[in-house]
């Protein structure tokens, strides 16, 4: 599923606010979110490294992306996530997640150590209404990563409820208060 207009947009003012120019994406589909962050990127000199597994979705976000005229700003990988993430070398200065949610979490614990102090780690499809319908419609795992986020004593996080429903969270010092 695309990232909503507002949702695209955050990750977009994310990156060239905080000039950000190492990024990962967890879950390419179609390109969309992709083209948002690459578009971004493109301003502060940075590329993407982003996973699919589909391969139909993955052919048709490189040719999104192609179309876009984004192709250069992006490493695109069709792959298992479950696989690969763990394997990316990083650093990342920026990290978005939006693939299967029941592994939000397990994708956190593998990219948070490879996030730049000042980076920034976002999650998509985050809620802070409890349980409810986003939790039997498919969205298990938000609520996990979103009390680990909270719990991670050098990251700052707030949750962005339009759109999709967004997590921010910025990675401190160690010594922050």
């Not at 000039?19 to 990127?41: D, F």
């Not at 699919?52 to 990988?77: F, H, K, M, T, V």
């Not at 986020?149 to 949750?159: A, G, R, S, W």
């Amino acid at each position: 599923m695309n990232v909503p207009m507002v949702d695209g947009q955050k990750l977009y003012d994310l990156i060239v606010e905080n000039k950000y120019t190492q990024a990962a994406e967890v879950g390419t589909s179609t390109g969309h979110s992709g083209i948002w962050i690459a578009w971004a990127l493109s301003k502060t000199g940075g590329k993407l490294i982003t996973i699919e597994i589909n391969e139909r979705r993955y052919r048709q976000a490189l040719a999104n992306l192609e179309e876009a005229g984004l192709s250069d700003y992006i490493d695109a990988r069709l792959a298992d996530a479950h696989e690969l993430v763990s394997e990316l070398e990083g650093p990342f200065d920026f990290i978005f997640v939006d693939a299967d949610k029941d592994w939000y979490l397990q994708y956190f614990r593998w990219l948070y150590p490879k996030l730049e102090v000042g980076g920034c780690f976002t999650a998509h499809n985050i809620s802070t209404y409890g349980s409810g319908r986003r939790r039997s419609g498919g969205m298990r795992g938000t609520s996990e990563l979103l009390a680990e986020l909270q719990n991670t004593p050098d990251l700052e996080t707030e949750v962005f409820q339009s759109g999709g429903g967004l997590s921010i969270s910025f990675r401190k010092p160690s010594d922050s208060p």
